[in-house]
Nanobody, 122 residues
């Protein structure tokens, strides 16, 4: 059973907007903090944003705030990532994660999706 399933990726042009969705397959996988991470080709995974279980607290990675908005639906089983003014450097595989906790310097998540690819052409 895949705990989290992402959708919404694709090929877009620079300046476009995109909304990614993530659906948890069961209550266990939607508990607690959920978040988005991304990994560009040849680079390490990068923290994008997290949102608390009831959506009252959000955190964004460095340089993410402003163009990225994370949200969560009232059932708490879906989390969304809206990206505006996309840039070629946003090209990456975007991963949804849940049951996340912040360590001393980074986020750790127990459940992960398989990712959705976003490609931004210039």
């Amino acid at each position: 059973q895949v705990p989290l399933v992402e959708s919404g990726g694709g090929l877009v042009q620079a300046g476009d907007s995109l909304s990614l969705s993530c659906t948890a397959s069961g209550g266990t996988f939607s508990r607690g903090v959920m978040g988005w991470f991304r990994q560009a080709p040849g680079k390490e995974r990068e923290f994008v944003a997290t949102i608390s279980e009831y959506g009252d607290r959000t955190n964004y990675g460095d340089s993410m705030e402003g163009r990225f908005t994370i949200s969560r639906d009232s059932t708490r089983s879906k989390v969304f990532l809206q990206i505006i003014n996309l840039k070629p450097e946003d090209t990456a595989d975007y991963y949804c994660a849940s049951n996340c906790r912040h360590g001393s310097s980074s986020w750790f998540c127990f459940y992960w999706g398989q990712g959705t690819q976003v490609t931004v052409s210039s």
